[in-house]
């Protein structure tokens, strides 16, 4: 070998070593105007916030920031005693493998389960439920079908949440809530309004357990929890299960749902939703119809299956972004143009906000992306 060959052959690694070393500050570059949005954005969002971003088979963002001020501690306090918790318990930093109450981002998991049993034939979205519980016949919603519960457009007058939560919990038995919720008065002919509640993905819930046998902690735990690897993720294990608010999870274990939905329904190569599942859950089925109740943080966003969509630029189609945040401020989403997914995970009860808050945070990890 020569001394040219011999330069060569130790001059091209090199090369090599620093072309991906500068790769890597470049990326870590990108991202920094979320660094500076976390710093800033930190006490609105309840003084803890985790953020992960997922892209082309691995984390290229991860973050947990924990600084709680002395008022947001005291708050803490108050609800842990409440809840019969510690103090230690409700003051721990918030971080990537925290398990933590995920409300509304509940929605989404629940309407991939019940996609899961539509795939296997099981179950058809025009379905109507009284054909699976008649006691919604004999009051009239017997014709309300499952894509109707899973777009909140069954033209049934929900309760107020906290007293709904506390009376289906209550109960003994899925079918003394279906009585419940039978008995509730119609507000507009289904499949004409859109009202944002927890009323429909309850009655899918219920459906499917008729149809399968088994209950929804189960179904969830078999068919989406153990084959995308959630470990932490569950309803409680109560007798009473919530589809659409009842939920803990980590950050973590969400962005493996997520990059599964990312994924067109497989993940780490097995198919958990057949790829038209998750094309249908991504329509927007609200365009068009009259809003009785949205939540504030969603903007004009449309709804598809137990997830928003992120219409920016056409209202009337499915959308390139679609989301699913939640009552304490976790925000989680997919870019399926941008071919990423991420996951903002928070504790907070004040929503004031909230929705700039989320569209900015996605514009610069969009703009991070495309670096």
Known sequence: ??????????????????????????????????????????????????ILIYKDGKIVYRKAVNDLSARQKMGLKIMARRQG?????????????????????????????????????????????GKYLPVMSLHGKGSITIEQCLSHTTGIEPGNMKDEIKEFTGAASMDEVMQMI????????????????????????????????????????????????????????????????????????????????????KFNGKEVLKEKSIILMQQNYTSGLEIKHSPAEAGKWGYGFGEWVINDSDPDNSSNAVTSPGLFGSFPYINNQLNYAAVLFTVNLNNKGRHERYSELKKLADDAIRE
């Open 85 to 129: 918790k510690t103090t230690d318990d409700a003051l721990r930093d918030l971080t990537e493998n925290t398990k933590i109450n995920i409300a509304s981002c509940s929605k989404w998991l629940s309407a991939a389960l019940v996609m899961t049993l539509i795939d296997e034939g099981k179950l058809a979205l025009k379905d109507s439920i």
């Open 182 to 265: 039978a008995g509730k008065p119609m507000e507009a002919v289904p499949g004409k309004s859109f009202h944002y509640s927890s009323v429909g993905l309850q009655v899918a819930a219920a459906v499917i357990e008729k149809i399968s046998g088994k209950d929804f902690e189960t179904l969830f735990a078999e068919r989406i929890a153990l084959p995308c690897e959630m470990t932490q993720t569950d309803f409680g294990h109560k007798t009473i299960p919530l589809p659409a608010g009842g939920a803990k999870s980590t950050a973590k274990d969400y962005l493996n749902f997520l990059t599964m939905i990312l994924h067109k329904g």
């Open 1 to 50: 070998m020569t001394v040219k060959n011999s330069r060569n052959c130790l001059y091209y690694p090199i090369l090599l070593i620093g072309m991906l070393f500068f790769q890597g500050v470049a990326a870590q570059s990108s991202f920094k105007p979320i660094d500076k949005w976390l710093e800033t954005n930190l006490q609105s969002l309840g003084g803890r916030a985790v």
